[in-house]
């Protein structure tokens, strides 16, 4: 992913408050932005509701109103054609001046991203198509790459990028839970001040440490490599490899490179109970193996404990 989804939700969400604002040829012609709120077919009015209901969740209501101003959603704005004439209007109300309710603008405007990636507002998309987030963080995107040689796993390499919901208290650190059914070890790759690593009967309990607290609604990316440790064995005993989704994830990508042997059917599985997991392959979800052993999936909208990932039959 080169942009984030954040970034790009933010992005449209300053260029939305220019020229007459929240309108109709507008507010359509924000691809990003209409994504988030249930997709480019929707009625203008079903779009406009959601979007003011995204915009009462902001918790301070002074910057939820100065940005319903800019956009001209405010009661005595809405005919008003360009976003200098509206805050000059307004000024006189807050009694701050336009550069203050620029920056004004900006905070909500931080806030109401991921609001609005969140879906957590009357009248949001159902969660059956948009993750609904909890656990004080969202998963903006998920990459995995798995290395398999002649069936014995060798390593998983992962790369997150998470957007925190909460402000982490003064001088403590978060960390991640990140369990395994293997006996592994974790290295950090980038982001990860420490792992503290618990090793029992079924598996693995790893906690990644964050190199910095987490702020709310800001981005961090972080990555760590998984390998089976010394004193375990590497054979998978389950032909497949994949993530349960506590924590909701926009985008996952699961990449599996097989060196030596290779299957003779490969599948993908998606939104699976753990007794479902991993299903079974299909018309529909069955993958080819390319030329280099290599194989791919890039899944969205990832939540609620579910399972997916790979799967193939040797």
């Not at 920056?103 to 609001?115: F, G, N, Q, S």
Request: glycine share 6%; aromatic share 8%.
């Amino acid at each position: 992913m080169n942009n984030s989804l954040i970034e790009s939700v933010t992005d449209e969400l300053l260029l939305l408050r220019k020229e007459k604002g929240f309108t109709p040829s507008r507010a359509l012609d924000m691809p990003t932005l209409l994504q988030v709120m249930g997709g480019a077919n929707q009625d203008f009015q079903i779009v406009k509701r959601r979007f003011i209901s995204a915009i009462d969740v902001i918790s301070d209501k002074g910057l939820a109103e100065c940005l319903l101003a800019s956009y001209g959603l405010l009661r005595g704005y809405e005919n008003i054609p360009t976003l200098k004439e509206r805050r000059e209007k307004y000024e006189k109300v807050a009694r701050r001046k336009q550069d203050t309710l620029n920056k004004r603008e900006r905070m909500a405007i931080a806030d109401l991203a991921p609001i609005l990636l969140n879906a957590y507002y009357a009248g949001a998309p159902l969660s059956a198509d948009f993750a609904i987030p909890h656990m004080g963080l969202l998963m903006e995107y998920l990459h995995v790459i798995t290395i398999i040689v002649d069936g014995d796993f060798k390593k998983h390499t992962q790369e997150r990028r998470i957007i925190s919901l909460v402000d982490t208290p003064q001088g403590k650190k978060d960390g991640f839970a990140y369990h395994s059914r293997s006996k592994t070890n974790v290295k950090p790759l980038f982001g990860i001040s420490e792992v503290r690593t618990e090793h029992v009967e079924n598996g693995s309990l790893h906690t990644l440490v964050f190199s910095e607290p987490l702020q709310r609604n800001r981005a961090y990316k972080f990555a760590f490599e998984e390998i089976i440790a010394k004193d375990s064995i590497s054979k998978i005993e389950n032909n497949f490899a994949g993530q349960s989704f506590e924590t909701p994830t926009l985008e996952y990508k699961q990449q599996i490179i097989f060196k030596g042997k290779i299957p003779k059917k490969v599948w993908y599985y998606k939104n699976l109970s753990d007794i479902e997991r991993p299903g079974k392959p299909t018309s529909k979800n069955r993958l080819d193996i390319d030329k280099n052993g290599a194989i791919e999936i890039d899944l969205k909208q990832l939540y609620g404990g579910l399972r997916s990932g790979i799967a193939w039959e040797w």
